[in-house]
């Protein structure tokens, strides 16, 4: 995994490599990269993964086990743009499975912690249509929902 472009960097509590299986199975165009290992120059223990390289739909992530002073939050969260409703319900379902949970207007948090904005067709549009009135009533529909429903933000948006 070399070449251009940018790499996101997670930061975990010693679960690296576990998460970058469970987002492998998760995501099905994923790809395994290098494990790097601490050696006895520390600061981890000697043979204990400290990176996991991983691939995600065409993104490139390393895992860095490095404790738990920096724990994620929703600051900084990844959009999941889905093709239709069956691949929002899959990523959404996936995603809050195995002690992950909702959150508001479509976010999820895994079990790692991570922020995922799962996003159906049609839900961006909807919000940022140029008419402010449909943006608007779009909008306030979906502030009300947790998981995304865009035919209820179309009649919403269709009710003015």
Known sequence: MSGNGFTTCLW???DAEAAADYYLSVFKDGRLGRIGRYTDAGPGEAGSVMVVEFEINGQRFIGLNGGPQFPFTEAISFQIHCADEAEADYYYDALTRDGGH???????KDR????W?????????LISDPDPGRASRAT?????????????????ADAG
Do not use: H, N, Y
């Open 112 to 115: 790692f912690g991570v922020s």
């Open 12 to 14: 975990f509590d010693g």
């Open 117 to 125: 904005q799962v996003t159906p067709p049609g839900a961006i549009e």
């Open 140 to 156: 306030a529909a979906m502030m009300k929902m947790k998981k995304l429903d865009v035919a209820e933000m179309r009649r919403a």
């Open 102 to 108: 909702e959150s508001a207007c479509g976010w999820v």
